[in-house]
């Protein structure tokens, strides 16, 4: 079956790459481990499921050394069929076999755009899971197709992410979360970029969100966010809730602001006496969003709802934004939201 993963072979890939003699990534070592993985694709001759090798090319050329020939070795694991839905649960599965045989990943996240390297991001979505070493990391990385293996070079992928926090806008994507684990020690977390432009925030909010219940899905997580919002003449309440695992919504809490506001429905928001929302909120939620699942989401129409209603509240700028308490902890990892440009109050 095209769509079938096979745990026994994951695992075996998953082993063989940890395990791989990469030779400084030369082509000498490389091209015959990857010949070698291309031949036990058990009769699979589609050309999503073919291993291939990424060379150091134009956008490659500034994050490695010099006489370093490749960095990545790409290894399809499941080719599922049923769209992003069927990429994301092939994705979540075969998190969970290799999350059973290494342990919880020290790293995991989404790329969004820009990827490593200036890739564009899968239109599915862009979840990783990356069991670091020292010289060479393993990553369970979404391909175009669906879930794939990805060894690479631990060095240059790095330099690469520290290199973008330099503050200009959509430098980074995504989110990035990480353990305390001994396999950490001297990571590096570049800088954020923030924006006090409405229509970049609502862009990279509507980014931020197309994608999100597939990836939330594919991970195995569920986000938990509180936006604060520094509506004049009130301390900077708690406006919005957003809960993401298999489902995305977001509610609104009109209650901080008194009655003399704009009605929330002209914006999009559905009243909770109209239709109840549907997940489970810790903020008061007398507007929602409705819920979304994957392939479901309009993140543009999202962001500008919420954009267009901060800016009749009279929010001067998104730098007036913040997330809740605890927000940026997911299970055991912490994470930073580098696409939706946020974080925690200090």
Sequence with gaps: MTGALDEARLVDLARRLKGAETGDWSGAALRPLAEDLDQRRNGADASAWAVRLRSVGRFERDFVPDGQEYVGL???????????????????????????????????????????????????????????????????????????????????????????????????????????????????????????????FAGALGDFLTTLPAETTALGIELDLGFHALVPGTYGPILFHLSCGERLEIVYDTEPLGADITDPASFGWIAQATRPAALDHWLECPYHSGDFGIGEVDGRALGRMIVDTLRDLGVESPKQLSLSDHAQRVGEYRVDYYGLTLQENP
């Design 74 to 200: 790409y290894v399809p694991v499941a080719v599922p069929e049923g769209g992003a839905a069927g990429k994301a649960a092939a994705f979540r599965d075969a998190a969970q076999i290799l999350t059973k045989e290494f342990g919880p990943a020290p790293i995991m996240g989404v790329y969004g755009d820009p990827g490593p390297f200036y890739d564009s991001a899968p239109l599915w979505g862009s979840p990783f899971l990356r069991w670091r070493d020292r010289e060479d990391t393993l990553e369970l990385h979404a391909g175009e197709h669906g879930p794939e293996l990805l060894l690479q070079p631990t060095e240059p992928v790095e330099n690469w992410f520290w290199r973008q926090g330099h503050g200009e806008h959509h430098a980074i994507g995504g989110f990035f979360g990480t353990r305390q684990d001994p396999a950490n020690a001297g990571l590096g977390f570049p800088g954020r970029w923030r924006t006090d432009d409405w229509d970049v």
